[in-house]
């Protein structure tokens, strides 16, 4: 596995455990065992069956993290996702209401989710001087536009036949499918995003994208390649989601895509590209998604949980800085 | 090389693992609590023998509408002995409304009464939390047939579509062009209630109201405002405006009020924040409003769920039940083939009662 | 055609004349459809509904121009908002001016706290700016306590939205000066081109001398400031105050700057282009109704208008480009 690219990397620093423990990713291992004990404690219902039951609806949303940590780490963002997830739900339960065999449901599904990605990624390298940030907002609106136009004047629409997504929304005793899918597609976009060249490409193009051109990387079709593959999770983030909901409307996915975000920055993937890995982004969604939970069942209000998250995304990337500024300090004063 | 490879392997082990393994730590602490820890079991006794615990989920915080609701449901259960959570949901979604039932089910609660935010997508939720033995019954806003017991209708939709449309009838003067502002294309009950009125629109003593447009200010005030200007220069013979919404009310207000638009309007609103604008004169913009009290929907709703939870209901047509001091209260078929039971008409808010009742809600 | 290449070319000689062009093809459709739109009190309408958004606009210009930005603002306007409407509910404070002067005062302590983040702490500004969003805007709800303070509350207040100096609106004039202010500030000041320097080229200003992390934590500040001011204004012109005030209006500020061709890379963009793309915004927000499209597929049409614009720019910019290359090679 080691010399897979044909590139031997000399300067790996030696691990040591003392290491591994206080690289960011560590710290967040440490930090979702205390928030456990810690939701355990406030909560009595914190339980593992309970916790596994209400995970589902939050796990969609780590669906669209993992792509969203792609894009960060080419420096951009895609703010559309919620959007699209909406709209890919949308059409789903037309499909589905059709009485089509589920197969082609599944499908349509991702093939939405797909081409909304495709829409995005064939302006943003046909444009390449446009900001993805505006770009994406503009294609938010159109997606939600139209899904608001599919929707009619209900703006709400049922499945009048959930079999399929009750097998979808099934469990292997107390674990839900979802999980396992969440895990399988965690582990493909972790060992691609650090193992393969399309992943240091990725890097590449994130710390230095005139370099990474002049390497001879092709920019604009990773780029591409990226936001449909943002488009594909976002169509299965909604079939999971249409699982939970039995149903779509316009709000469906609202904010999904800032959920995606801080879930990845806290996780130590720099929007300004570049930096991080999808390891610490995993764990620090499981973290968000433990603490929501236990908060919940305390019955904390909703805007102090808001808070309390908001805090900590600041706090999770200011602490290291200001950790880092006085490592810095101290180096230069004992070299004075 | 490799140790990377190791490291991150690792890694995610560490996070499988503890996500199952902290998990079932968990469970082994609760397994062996009903067992040993006699705090844990004394907990577990006084939530199974004594209290239950009532639930009311609202469709969004921050709202003054929405908080008198769960103050009329609180004041009940507790006045009743029981023990009450109210939920507010983070965001105006069903999405953030899934997240709450779920946690309600987690927590073992008796029953759960909520303002749906969204006709069909809390079905998959409730269901569950039916099927965990939980009575669920809906105030407000309903959610659809398939997932509830029954629904707690603060009016009629029928009697609220014929009151607004008679208050129509009578600003226009018989006649004439009419509008609706709306909040959201997709929001149930102004549906439900423009439906209404488009179907009592039939009868022949309307037959001279025309109805121009139905616009949707998405429960913004900006956009409500443009929308409500809109309507004015678009259709210089309009002569009333009928909005069921309390912000769109509230901006249309405002609009027609600082432009002394002989434009007229009514609708659905809180007396607090119409007061400023209702009034007879030319000054004023709205003549009167309609509403029903909150704080009634909520404790209706709390008699509705100890109803439910000691069994005195089950949610079946033609059930009865004393709701306190408000009297009794039979459950009828709704017109979506589930149940409800109905506060009451719609209360007018005119210029003689508004001072006494914008203090109150 | 041959006449046209011409005058194209003028047109692209700057970025602005191709906005007007835009505008007024805007306008020209509109009031063929809807003869109301072009008239004087539609206009004053439209500028007073739109103030708000225009004036955190030139915040935003600020903050765009060194390469940041900053998506807390809608929720520092409903802090101070909801700030506002409790002093008035509650009777603390019943003057116009002093309510301004604590709306102001909240926004640009909340400002602050964002450029210390951004400016000393080195946070990104996209996760300062969000983390700050969820928290200013869990404050406008605590402080509301589930409370909206209502037109009756706010007694002469509102009025403030209502009154007129030389037939123009107040909280018009309020946005006029605003801007005015702006463009002598930006263009004829050393503050302004500081600005400019340190978002072209920071590692240059920092040699040649300039504080780039003062400068930062300024123009934060001053975003903060307006989302302040606006909060005050938004209250008085709705006649309401409520937590969940312009929710998610922060990209509607961003996208009137890029529209007004407000590099999101830093250094590029002017008071006159961020005025002629929020007013681009206020006229669809506006038309759109008027012009009788379908409520539910107004959205849609926004979006795609925005997408068109923003596209139109990038075109107008590579022609640009391109005949300043013309013009070298001759």
């Avoid at chain 1, 004990?37 to 993290?65: D, G, H, W």
């Avoid at chain 2, 007879?280 to 029903?292: E, G, N, Q, T, V």
Wanted: charged share 15%; net charge neutral; aromatic share 6%.
């Amino acid at each position: 596995m080691a010399g897979k690219s044909g590139r031997t990397i000399v300067n790996v620093p030696e691990k040591s455990w003392k290491k591994t423990l206080l690289c960011w990713e560590g710290m967040l291992v440490v930090l979702f065992i205390l928030i456990n004990i810690f939701c355990a404690s406030i909560s009595q219902s914190y339980q593992v069956s309970n916790v596994l039951r209400e995970m589902p609806k939050y796990l969609t949303e780590v669906f669209l993290m993992l792509p969203m940590a792609y894009i960060l780490i080419l420096g951009e963002i895609d703010i559309s996702v919620g959007a699209t997830v909406c709209l890919s739900a949308t059409v789903t339960c037309m499909v589905c209401n059709k009485d089509m065999p589920f197969i082609v449901v599944v499908l349509t599904a991702l093939l939405v989710g797909t081409v909304c990605g495709l829409v995005n990624g064939l302006i943003l390298t046909r444009f390449t001087e446009l900001p993805p940030m505006i770009v994406t907002l503009g294609t938010q609106i159109v997606f939600r536009g139209i899904a608001e136009i599919a929707l009619g004047s209900g703006g709400s629409i049922s499945l009048s036949n959930a079999d399929g997504f009750r097998m979808i929304a099934g469990k292997v005793g107390m674990i839900p499918y979802i999980l396992f899918v969440v895990i399988i597609f965690a582990v493909i976009f972790t060992v691609v995003l650090s193992k393969t060249t399309f992943g240091r490409s990725v890097y590449a193009i994130g710390s230095n994208r005139l370099a990474a051109y002049y390497s001879g990387i092709h920019v604009q079709k990773i780029r591409l390649i990226i936001y449909m593959v943002m488009g594909f999770m976002a169509g299965l983030a909604a079939l999971f989601l249409t699982s939970v909901l039995y149903g779509a409307n316009t709000t469906t996915g609202n904010g999904f895509e800032l959920d995606a975000i801080a879930m990845a920055v806290f996780g130590g993937i720099s929007t300004a590209g570049g930096k991080g890995k999808l390891q610490g982004g995993i764990i620090s969604a499981f973290i968000i998604i433990c603490l929501r939970i236990g908060l919940g069942q305390i019955n904390m209000n909703p805007q102090l949980i808001l808070i309390i998250l908001g805090a900590l995304l600041i706090l999770a990337v200011l602490l290291p800085n200001i950790g880092g500024e006085l490592k810095l300090k101290k180096k230069a004063a004992s070299v004075k | 090389m490799k140790k990377k490879v190791l490291s991150v392997l690792l890694c995610v082990a560490m996070a499988a693992t503890l996500a199952v393994g902290c998990g079932s730590k968990d469970e082994g602490t609760k397994g062996s609590g009903s067992d040993t820890k006699t705090e844990d079991t004394a907990k577990d006794d006084s939530s199974d023998s004594g209290k239950k615990t009532y639930a009311i989920v609202t469709k969004s915080a921050g709202n003054p509408y929405n908080e008198k609701e769960a103050e009329g449901f609180q004041e009940v259960i507790e006045a009743e002995g029981g023990e009450c959570i109210v939920k507010h949901p983070e965001a105006a979604t069903a999405d953030a409304q899934v997240s709450v039932i779920q946690s309600l089910i987690s927590q073992g609660v008796d029953s759960i009464c909520i303002a749906a935010n969204d006709e069909n997508a809390l079905q998959a939720a409730l269901e569950e939390a039916m099927d965990a033995g939980i009575k669920v019954s809906c105030l407000d806003s309903k959610a659809n047939a398939d997932s509830r017991q029954t629904f707690v209708n603060q009016a009629g939709t029928t009697e609220i579509g014929q009151a607004l449309m008679d208050a129509i009838l009578d600003i226009t003067g018989g006649e004439g062009q009419w509008a609706i502002l709306s909040a959201t294309s997709q929001a149930t009950n102004q549906n439900a209630w423009i439906d209404a009125m488009k179907e009592i629109m039939k009868e022949d003593k309307y037959s001279k109201l025309e109805l121009v447009e139905v616009a949707y200010g998405d429960d913004e005030p900006q956009k409500s405002t443009d929308q409500t200007q809109a309507l004015l220069s678009k259709y210089p013979d309009l002569k009333v405006i009928c909005a069921p919404t309390t912000v769109g009310i509230n901006a249309a207000a405002k609009v027609l009020q600082d432009e002394k638009s002989s434009v007229k309007l009514t609708g659905l609103g809180l007396p607090s924040e119409m007061a400023e604008y209702i009034g007879d004169d030319d000054a004023h913009s709205c003549p009167y409003m309609y509403l029903w009290n909150p704080i009634d929907v909520g404790r209706l709703g709390a008699y509705t769920s100890i109803a439910l939870v000691d069994g005195t209901i089950t949610g079946a047509a033609g059930d009865e039940f004393t709701a306190g001091d408000m009297g009794d209260y039979t459950v009828v078929e709704a017109s979506d083939g589930g149940t409800e039971v109905i506060l009451g008409a719609p209360f007018k808010f005119d210029p003689s009662n508004i001072d006494e009742w914008k203090d109150v809600y | 055609m041959k006449e046209k290449k011409s005058i194209w070319k003028k047109i692209t000689g700057s970025r602005e004349a191709s906005l007007l062009i835009v505008l007024i093809i805007l306008c020209v459709v509109i009031s063929f459809r809807s003869p109301s739109f072009m008239t004087l009190k539609s206009i004053s309408d439209m500028l007073k509904n739109n103030a708000v958004i225009m004036i955190m606009t030139l915040g935003m210009l600020g903050v765009l121009l060194l390469g940041g930005i900053d998506i807390s603002i809608a929720s520092t306007l409903a802090f101070s908002g909801m700030s506002v409407g409790m002093l008035l509910k509650y009777n603390v404070v019943e003057n116009a001016f002093l309510l301004f002067v604590i709306a102001i005062g909240i926004g640009a302590l909340c400002g602050l706290v964002v450029g210390l983040v951004i400016a000393k702490g080195k946070v990104l500004p996209i996760i300062a700016t969000m983390g700050f969003m969820y928290i200013y805007r869990g404050m406008a709800y605590m402080i509301g306590n589930s409370q909206w303070a209502s037109a009756e509350n706010l007694g002469d207040f509102k009025n403030f939205a209502l009154g007129k100096v030389l037939g123009i609106n107040n909280v018009v004039l309020i946005m006029f000066a605003c801007y005015i202010i702006f463009f002598v500030v930006m263009k004829w000041t050393k503050v302004g081109r500081k600005v400019y320097a340190v978002g072209s080229n920071r590692e240059a200003a920092a040699i040649s001398g300039i504080n780039t992390s003062n400068v930062e934590l300024m123009v934060y500040t001053v975003m903060g400031t307006l989302a302040g001011l606006c909060g005050a204004l938004a209250v008085a012109v709705y006649s309401s105050a409520q937590p969940n005030m312009l929710y998610g209006k922060e990209m509607d500020v961003i996208a009137a700057c890029v529209i007004g061709g407000v590099s999101m890379t830093g250094g590029r963009g002017s008071v006159v282009g961020a005025f002629l793309g929020s007013l681009i915004l206020a006229i669809i927000a506006k038309a759109l109704p008027l012009v009788g499209i379908d409520s539910i597929a107004q959205n849609t049409v926004k979006g795609v208008i925005i997408l068109v614009v923003v596209i139109l720019n990038v075109v107008t910019q590579r022609v640009m480009d391109k005949n300043n290359l013309k013009g070298r090679e001759m």
